[in-house]
Nanobody, 119 residues
Framework: VQLQASGGGLVQSGGSLRLSCAAS????????MGWYRQAPGKQRELVAS???????NYTDSVKGRFTISRDNAKNTVYLQMSSLKPDDTAVYYC??????????????WGQGTQVTVSS
């Protein structure tokens, strides 16, 4: 399985962006998909995650501003970002925990997409 992230760009403070993470195969069985970000000089951090049962989790700094969702028919997970702030500037990565019929699940990462928020 491969993940392809897209939708990043340059936006003014207060603006919105929607990131997409398209999988090369079905995500129906994926129990966990997430969006992470890494700002320059900082560690990668979890931004939002969603389970197979659509249970969502957000880091405190994005609660009320970001929404994660998944469309199993399109094999895609989205991150709708609103009220963006300069502190949201980072490279955003999506990942998924992929189950296996035999053996332990494994983690897949997509390539990053740059989000830059200007003040």
């Amino acid at each position: 399985v491969q993940l392809q992230a897209s939708g990043g760009g340059l936006v003014q403070s207060g603006g919105s962006l929607r990131l997409s993470c398209a999988a090369s195969g079905s995500i129906l069985s994926f129990n966990y998909m997430g969006w992470y970000r890494q700002a320059p000089g900082k560690q990668r951090e979890l931004v939002a995650s969603i389970t197979g049962g659509d249970i969502t989790n957000y880091t405190d700094s994005v609660k009320g501003r970001f929404t994660i969702s998944r469309d199993n028919a399109k094999n895609t997970v989205y991150l709708q970002m609103s009220s963006l702030k300069p502190d949201d500037t980072a490279v955003y990565y999506c990942n998924a925990v992929v189950p296996r019929v035999f053996g332990s699940p494994y983690t897949v990462w997509g390539q990053g997409t740059q989000v830059t928020v200007s003040s």
